[in-house]
Antibody
Framework: QVQLQESGPGLVKPSGTLSLTCAVS?????????WSWVRQPPGKGLEWIGE???????NYNPSLRSRVTISTDKSKNQLYLKLSSVTAADTAVYYC??????????WGQGTLVTVSS | DIQMTQSPSSLSASVGDRVTITCRAS??????LAWFQQIPGKAPKSLIY???RLQSGVPSRFSGSGSGTDFTLTISSLQPEDFATFYC?????????FGPGTKVDIK
């Protein structure tokens, strides 16, 4: 059973960088999958941030592309998200998910990040 | 970007009711559509992918249909654990986009 677990600071200052980790267990991040980040502002809908393939190819949402970096560490079996120059509009629950290209079968439980001074 | 719309935005139903939710894409997406269920405070759960294929472990009362621009999610007999918000997702074209959600609550 594949499990994903997000972690990272729950509070980030405006203009700072949001950094999150998604630990993958029960499966290898090096396998033939795509790994996505999705976010959900409080009380609102879901927004796709971007994804990375097992080979390191990335696709980003153009609305965030200038500020987003998604990467992996295969030795740690972890996925990472960095979002720079954050504002209050980036306050959201951030989820990692596997294979949205195939319907998104596994998701983490999500982690709330608040942008505030 | 492909815009996804859902109707209705909310509905009230009773246990045992048949419920249908519609999702429409602003351009054709073949069958690159998934449906998710989200209970408040929880992560989205995948129900359907490729428009009509049931994810492993999902009860057979859930079904999906459609192709191109118009899609439906049907719950044949609503159960107490089904009260939630449902989202569609198109993964035909980048950026992937979600519908705004349909909230199903108890009548």
């Amino acid at each position: 059973q594949v499990q994903l677990q997000e972690s990272g600071p729950g509070l980030v200052k405006p203009s700072g960088t949001l950094s999150l980790t998604c630990a993958v267990s029960g499966g290898s991040i090096s396998s033939t999958n795509w790994w996505s980040w999705v976010r959900q502002p409080p009380g609102k809908g879901l927004e796709w941030i971007g994804e990375i393939s097992h080979s390191g190819r990335t696709n980003y949402n153009p609305s965030l592309r200038s500020r987003v970096t998604i990467s992996t560490d295969k030795s740690k079996n972890q996925l990472y998200l960095k979002l720079s120059s954050v504002t209050a509009a980036d306050t959201a629950v951030y989820y990692c998910a596997r294979d949205l290209v195939a319907g998104g079968d596994y998701w983490g439980q999500g982690t709330l990040v608040t942008v505030s001074s | 970007d492909i815009q996804m719309t859902q109707s209705p935005s909310s509905l009230s139903a009773s246990v045992g009711d048949r419920v249908t939710i519609t999702c429409r894409a602003s351009q054709g997406i073949s069958t690159y559509l998934a449906w998710f269920q989200q209970i408040p405070g929880k992560a989205p759960k995948s129900l359907i992918y490729s428009a009509s294929r049931l994810q492993s472990g999902v009860p057979s009362r859930f079904s999906g249909s459609g192709s191109g621009t118009d899609f439906t999610l049907t719950i044949s007999s609503l159960q107490p654990e089904d009260f939630a918000t449902f989202y569609c997702l198109q993964y035909s074209t980048y950026p992937f986009t979600f519908g705004p959600g349909t909230k199903v609550d108890i009548k």
